[in-house]
Structures are given as structure tokens and as C-alpha cells.
């Protein structure tokens, strides 16, 4: 990269510029501002021909697709429907019988810092082999199996060995609890659930078995017949007789190879929970050909992907970014891929640079939590600081998952980066399936915070609550006004949900809405990203509903009477969570507030998960609420900020409750 082109360190308003330095420029894949606007251009003369292209160029298609685009039925959208193929075969399969196939696919390195690798030849045979016991169990095209895995090469084989037999995998984040599982259990009507005795991180041994059991023993799951148990570690665990079979038990005897099933491009590969504005979480359904599509082409186009790359997403499965990013993106462009089972901090802060070192990664895509916590442990700990490795094997590096502050970007330019590394701060969501506006390595000058301009065939814009396109410069909602390959196909089991969540009649019925605010810069027309306008928190990159920690609060009968969440701006976190709780009791203070504050905790944690616990829980005798009832949410933000309240408090019933709401525990 050159020097930027204004050096004014400023925070408000973003000036400086990082244009690519003249060498990327001249070895990417989209080199230049003018190839991209050339792409842009493409789809715009003949949208559908631009994407027929694109798939045509990336995937193999083993019935080729005559139809591209079927609107007919808006929103629900098709892509490439009469077409058939099979995402596995086009992540495994294609790499056999060129250079690629003795290459590796995956560098596994454990949470104790042992190394596996397997090839993609080796990694094809794995999952024909894990396909077959599949079917050998009954599982069959069109069958829902959940997972619930720790990252490791068992779990990508898992959900490759699902795609290559026609099944839908749902895959569920290791941390949620039985309760989620269970909820996600139900309603994807899961034949089988494929999970791990433990799962290791941070040097510890966390249950994934006992929780199946425990969510299973809920009752109403008697679509599940079969569980299959990876054994991770040699701990031992319970096993229920005729339904539970480890791993070992259900290769033993299986071939390693499976015929990959064509399946229609429209098929659902996947449903992928994540929350929304109501209680329930949605289960995002997802394509194979439009999905497997944009995880290539988006490997290519976003990171510049070139053969002798080492490609490492920090992400977890159990996310998209896991899932584009991690179990398909990666294999269907031949990448090599690093694919780590541990946290960022053990056995020390420094691990990510160590393996950056240790594995020569020169790709490199995290969010930005993981960026701040690693910036606050090296400014206390200077041996943990990456200027202790050897990083010049990195060129490209990327964040995801949250809006990235100028200072991280910085810190992330300069000290992992070298200066050198251009930074795709990159913009999508769950229902996405890949990237939708991001930069692009070898063209777009860089601005810090800004996700800059959307891939070419994404109509991103900016319009108000009508529909209306918004100037430069205005804030507004930001839509995406056509429909692109990998979008989501519908909310399992609930289409009407899917309509009204990101269809606004208001709009027409047929513009995505994303259900976040943005900005275009006055002089570029840079998107920049401003947060949710939706009861949606965004806490350390992962997706909360505010609805669901409340439903999770007032679950607890016997103590909660009323309660609502909203989020705050965190340093670290991006968001926290902020409970504000009227309890069946008087106001509790002092200790005791203390004490059941952390029940409280503790109780949604259970509920939901870890990662859902509130960082401050605030007791009142009541809600700020209108003459109507309705909660003044604006208000519980304010406070939850620590702001003074300036909105009118007239209506309020008992105004002495602010005082109370006021005070964290
Ligand atoms: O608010 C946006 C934020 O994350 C939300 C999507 O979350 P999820 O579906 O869990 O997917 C995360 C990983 C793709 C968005 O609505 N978000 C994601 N990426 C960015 C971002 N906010 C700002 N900048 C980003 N690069």
C-alpha cells in the first residue's frame, strides 16, 4: 500500500485514504478501479447474463441451469432452478485430476497446539466415507441433521458429507444451550444430530454431548433417531443405547467413496438460525447453486485468492462466516485453509500471530472484538504484542461480523499489516450468504470504517422509510433493490416471516431490506455502516435479539416479573447488553442486587447461552412506560448509557423509577 494520501488522525470524520500500492494492483484478480467498474457494468447492461456467466464459470453443473432468474413469484426468488448439481462435488470432486488434489485443504492446528492436515484427495475420502454411514444410519435427501460440533476437520466433513447426500445441515454454535438446541431441534425436524463428547477450548473440556442429551429429554424431538458422537477426547460420556453411535462405530466398514446426489440448484444446503426481531429465532434457508456460487466467486473477487495462498477465517461453523468462509467458500476455490479449535488468548494473546508465523498465512479474516481484545492485551503485555512474529507472509487482511473502528483499523494496518496489507472491512449478514459490500484488495483506495462499495451485480442503496433513494451524505436505511444469487430463500417453516422481515410492502414488497442504517461518504459514495435499526444487538459480532434475552429473563417465573433489553455502545464489544428487570419482590439493593443480578446471568446463559448474558442488569420497581403501556426504549438507552435524560418524562407514571433504573448492580 502507499501512503495515505491525508495523515490527520481523526475519529469523527474519516480522511485518510489507502489507495493499493501499484504491485497488488498489477497481480489481482480485479486489478484496478476500472476492472471493477467494468464488472459493475456488465451486470448492469444484462444483469442476468453477468450472473448466468459467473456460475456458469465457477460451479459444475451436472444438469446445466437454461433459466437464470425466476421473479415470478417475488420475493421468492429462484436461481439457475432447472439446474442440478452438488455443492460437495463442487468444493471436493472438481479438484480431482488437477494439481490441486494433492494439495492441502486443511491445516488443523488443536487447542493444545497439535497439528493435522489433510489433502483435498484425503479430505474427498473422509466425506464419502462419513456420507456413507450417513446413509447407513437412514439419513436420506431432503433430511434435516443438526450439528453441533467443535471446529475441527470432523465438523467441515460433517456438513460436506450432508451437502454431498442431498441433506439440509443446520449447523448450531457450540456455546448455545440445551434450550436453543433443543427450539432448533424442533423446528428444523432434525433425523439426526452430529456432535462431539467435548469440545476443547482455552485448555478446558466443555460438554457438547450431555447438552444433546439434556435438550433431546425436553421431549418432542422424535424425529431424531440417530446421534452420532465424535470422540474428541477420552473423557468418558453417556451413551444412550440404540440411538447414540460414535463415530468410529458408524465409518467401521464404509467406503470411502459416495457418489455426490445432484440436487436441484433451488435445494435447501442449509437453514443457519440466527435472531431476529421477535423471540424465535429465524432459520435462514439457504440454495446450493446461488450459495456455493458467491463462496467461490467471493473467495476470488474479495480476498484475491491466488494458488500459493494460506487462507485462515478465525470463525467458528456454527456462524455464516463458518459456513462461506470456513466449509465451503475455501474448498470450492482450492484454497489451503488453516482451521484452529481454540481461542485468540490461550495459552496466550500472541496465538493468533504465532500461527499467522508458524502456518505462513498471507489471508487473514477476524472481526473486529477479537482485534480490540488483542490491541488491549499487547498496550499491557508488549510480548504478546505481533511485532514479536515474523507476519511478512500476510498480504491481504479482512474483518467482518461488526463495524470496525478507525483506531482498530489502524492498529491493524500498522502492526499486523505492516502498512502493506490492504483491509477488507467486509459487509454482509446471515441472510446474505456471502459478501455484499466489501472492498477489493487490488482496486478500492481504503478509508478506515468504511465498507466502501458493493460487489459487482449488488444493487446496494440507501432510501428512506419509502423507498425513496437518499443523497450522499443522508442516513437512511440500506436496502439491496435486487435480488442476487446467494440471498436467503426463506425463514424455514414460516415464509410470511420471511416477507415481512425483509420485503417491506412500503417498499414494494420485493427490495431486501438488510435492517441496518448507512451512510454513502459526500465525495466517494463509500458506505459506512451506522448499526441496527432493528431490536437486533451486535454484541462481539454475534447477532442478539433483544427479544429473545427478555423472553429468556421473564422465563424465570418466580422472580422476574417484567423486563426489557436494550444495547450500549462497548469498547470492546462493540454492544452490551443491558437488562432493565422489575422483579416479583421489592427492589433488591446492595449485595443482594449484586447476587441477583448474577443469578439473572446465569439463568440466561442457561436459556440461551454464554454469549447472551447481559453485562449490567438494572432493578426498578417498574418500566418507563407511555399513557398506552408501551416501554419507552428510547429512554432505557439513554440510561443505559449513563446519559442525562432529556426527553419529555411528563407521562411517565413514576418518574422516582429513572432514579432507581439509573444505578447498575
Ligand atoms: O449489523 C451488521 C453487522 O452484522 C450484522 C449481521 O450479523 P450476522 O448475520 O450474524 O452476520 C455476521 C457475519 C457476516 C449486520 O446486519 N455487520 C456485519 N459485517 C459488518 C457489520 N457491520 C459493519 N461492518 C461490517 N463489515
Known amino acids: ?276 426481531s421477535t423471540g424465535k429465532p429465524k432459520g435462514v434457508q439457504h440454495s446450493t447453486g446461488g450459495y456455493t456460487l458467491w463462496a467461490r466467486q467471493t473467495m476470488l473477487w474479495t480476498f484475491d485468492l491466488q494458488p500459493s495462498d494460506v487462507f485462515w477465517c478465525t470463525a467458528d461453523i456454527g456462524w455464516i462466516t463458518g459456513h462461506t468462509y470456513v466449509a465451503y467458500g475455501p474448498l470450492a476455490a482450492g484454497a489451503t485453509q488453516v482451521v484452529f479449535e481454540g481461542v485468540p488468548t490461550f495459552p496466550h494473546a500472541g496465538r493468533f500471530w504465532e500461527m499467522i508465523e508458524r502456518h505462513k498465512v498471507s489471508i487473514f479474516y477476524t472481526a473486529p472484538t477479537a482485534i480490540r481484545s488483542l490491541i488491549k492485551a499487547a498496550d499491557s503485555d508488549e510480548k504478546v504484542h505481533p511485532k514479536n512474529w515474523n507476519l511478512t507472509s500476510l498480504r491481504v487482511l479482512g474483518s467482518v461480523g461488526e463495524p470496525i473502528n478507525p483506531e482498530a483499523w489502524m492498529w491493524y494496518y500498522r502492526n499486523v499489516g505492516g502498512e502493506r496489507c490492504p483491509i477488507v472491512d467486509t459487509f454482509w449478514q446471515t441472510e446474505n450468504g456471502g459478501h455484499v459490500i466489501t472492498p477489493l484488495p487490488g482496486a478500492t483506495p481504503l478509508v478506515p470504517g468504511s465498507c466502501t462499495l458493493p460487489l459487482p451485480g449488488i444493487k446496494a442503496a440507501i432510501v428512506d422509510e419509502t423507498g425513496k433513494d437518499l443523497p450522499n451524505g443522508a442516513g437512511g436505511m440500506l436496502v439491496i433493490k435486487r435480488p442476487w444469487p446467494s440471498m436467503i430463500r426463506t425463514i424455514w417453516g414460516d415464509p410470511e416471516r420471511f416477507k415481512k422481515s425483509y420485503f417491506p410492502e412500503e417498499m414494494g414488497g420485493t427490495i431486501y431490506l438488510a435492517g441496518d442504517g448507512a451512510v454513502r461518504s459526500e465525495d466517494r459514495g463509500y458506505f459506512r455502516i451506522t448499526g441496527r435499526i432493528d431490536d437486533v444487538l451486535n454484541v462481539s459480532g454475534h447477532r442478539m435479539g433483544t427479544m429473545e434475552i427478555e423472553s429468556a429473563l421473564v422465563a424465570k417465573t418466580d422472580l422476574v416479573a417484567e423486563a426489557a433489553v436494550v444495547g450500549r455502545p462497548d469498547d470492546l464489544t462493540g454492544e452490551a447488553i443491558v437488562a432493565f428487570v422489575v422483579l416479583k419482590r421489592p427492589v433488591p439493593t446492595g449485595e443482594e442486587a449484586k447476587q441477583l443480578a448474577n443469578e439473572l446471568r446465569n439463568w440466561v446463559a442457561k436459556e440461551i447461552g454464554p454469549i447472551a448474558k447481559p453485562k449490567d442488569i438494572r432493578f426498578g420497581e417498574n418500566l418507563p412506560k407511555t399513557r398506552s403501556g408501551k416501554i419507552m426504549r428510547r429512554l432505557l438507552r439513554s440510561l443505559a448509557k449513563g446519559e442525562a435524560i432529556t426527553q419529555d418524562t411528563s407521562t411517565l407514571e413514576n418518574p422516582t423509577i429513572l432514579d432507581q433504573l439509573a444505578k447498575t448492580n
Open 1 to 276: 500500500m502507499s501512503e495515505p494520501t491525508s495523515a490527520i488522525e481523526s475519529v469523527l470524520v474519516e480522511n485518510r485514504v489507502f489507495p493499493p500500492s501499484e504491485d497488488t494492483v498489477k497481480n489481482a484478480r480485479i486489478a484496478g478501479m476500472q476492472a471493477y467498474e467494468a464488472l459493475c457494468a456488465e451486470a448492469e447492461k444484462d444483469f442476468e447474463g453477468f450472473w448466468a456467466r459467473l456460475a456458469r464459470e465457477n460451479l459444475q453443473w451436472s444438469r446445466p441451469f437454461t433459466q437464470t432468474l425466476d421473479e415470478s413469484n417475488a420475493p421468492f426468488y429462484k436461481w439457475f432452478a432447472d439446474g442440478e448439481l452438488n455443492a460437495s462435488a463442487n468444493c471436493l470432486d472438481r479438484h480431482i485430476g488437477t494439481p490441486v488434489e494433492n494439495k492441502t485443504a486443511i491445516i488443523f492446528e488443536a487447542d493444545d497446539g497439535a497439528v493435522t492436515q489433510v489433502t483435498y484427495k484425503e479430505l474427498l475420502a473422509r466425506v464419502g466415507q462419513f456420507a456413507n454411514a450417513l446413509k447407513a444410519r437412514g439419513v436420506q435427501k431432503g433430511d434435516r441433521v443438526l450439528i453441533y460440533m467443535p471446529m475441527t476437520i470432523e465438523g467441515v466433513v460433517a456438513m460436506q458429507a450432508c451437502a454431498r447426500i442431498g441433506a439440509t445441515h443446520s449447523v448450531v454454535f457450540g456455546g448455545f444451550s440445551a434450550k436453543a438446541l433443543h427450539e432448533r431441534t424442533i423446528d428444523a425436524g432434525a433425523v439426526a444430530i452430529i456432535t462431539a463428547n467435548y469440545q476443547l477450548r482455552g485448555g478446558k473440556e466443555l460438554p457438547l454431548k450431555s447438552i444433546v442429551d439434556e435438550a433431546l429429554a425436553m421431549g418432542g424431538c422424535d424425529s431424531v433417531k440417530t446421534v452420532l458422537v465424535y470422540e474428541r477426547t477420552a473423557s468418558a460420556w453417556n451413551r444412550v443405547e440404540g440411538r447414540d453411535v460414535t463415530f468410529t462405530e458408524a465409518l467401521a466398514g464404509q467406503s470411502t467413496e459416495c457418489a455426490p446426489v445432484p440436487v436441484g440448484a433451488e435445494h435447501p444446503l442449509f437453514i443457519l438460525y440466527t435472531s431476529g
